[in-house]
């Protein structure tokens, strides 16, 4: 059975991220606020980095411009990029 897509609201989106990225990075990030630098508080190089916001894109079906990758730093960024162009097929499922 296909899953439908859905729009998430802003608290739904954040849990979805902050589920995604603590699975790749084996972190509990669910006291990492919208603001916090991401790679510092991970303590990221760019290619771990690049890890992150491939299991974003795969996990959310979403497309990060390349020429734009190091713009994606906090959870507000992805978050409010992810709002704007890539949520028509989010699958409502939990990540």
């Known amino acids: 059975m296909a899953e439908t ?5 802003d608290r739904e989106l954040e849990d979805r991220l902050r589920a995604v990225l603590g699975e790749m990075a084996r972190r509990d990030l669910s006291q ?3 603001d916090d630098d991401l790679v510092r508080v991970l303590g990221l190089d760019s290619l771990a980095a690049l890890r992150l916001l ?5 996990r959310l ?8 990758l190091a713009e994606f730093r906090t959870l507000r960024q992805l978050r409010d990029f992810i709002r ?8 409502c499922a939990s990540a």
Do not use: H
Request: aromatic share 6%.
């Open 32 to 34: 990492i606020g919208l």
């Open 84 to 91: 704007l162009y890539g949520q028509e097929d989010t699958p």
């Open 5 to 9: 897509g859905c729009t998430l609201n």
């Open 61 to 68: 079906k979403v497309r990060f411009p390349d020429d734009r």
């Open 54 to 58: 491939a299991a974003v894109e795969k």
